[in-house]
């Protein structure tokens, strides 16, 4: 019996390992696809631009910022106008996308 649990148990988390991996490489590609509006500013951004660079930024700081523009929390209307269209799974998938992607 305990084999059989065990067994059941491995083959659980087997799946939701196989599972999770195909939900993020599906948020890896919707977030490349929502990207492409991202790009048209962000893909400028330099060091010395008022607009910031987004390549590499953490999930978790991408998420707070484009949650506070949506809510319109940080001040900026176009940003504001962005992220007020996007969804809470648009914002992590741009969110994983960003973290991992390189200009």
Avoid: W
């Avoid at 491995?10 to 919707?30: C, I, K, N, P, W």
């Avoid at 523009?69 to 996007?86: G, H, T, W």
């Amino acid at each position: 019996m305990t084999r059989r649990v065990v067994r059941g148990a491995a083959l659980a988390a087997a799946a939701a390992f196989f599972a999770s991996a195909e939900l993020r490489a599906a948020d890896l590609e919707l977030g490349r696809y929502l990207a492409t509006e991202c790009m048209t500013c962000h893909g400028t951004a330099s060091a010395t631009s008022t607009i910031p660079n987004i390549f590499g930024l953490g999930e978790g700081h991408f998420v707070e910022v484009i949650r506070a523009y949506r809510v319109k929390a940080l001040p900026n209307p176009i940003m504001q106008s962005i992220a007020e269209r996007l969804t809470d799974e648009d914002i992590a998938a741009l969110a994983a996308y960003f973290q991992t992607a390189k200009k």
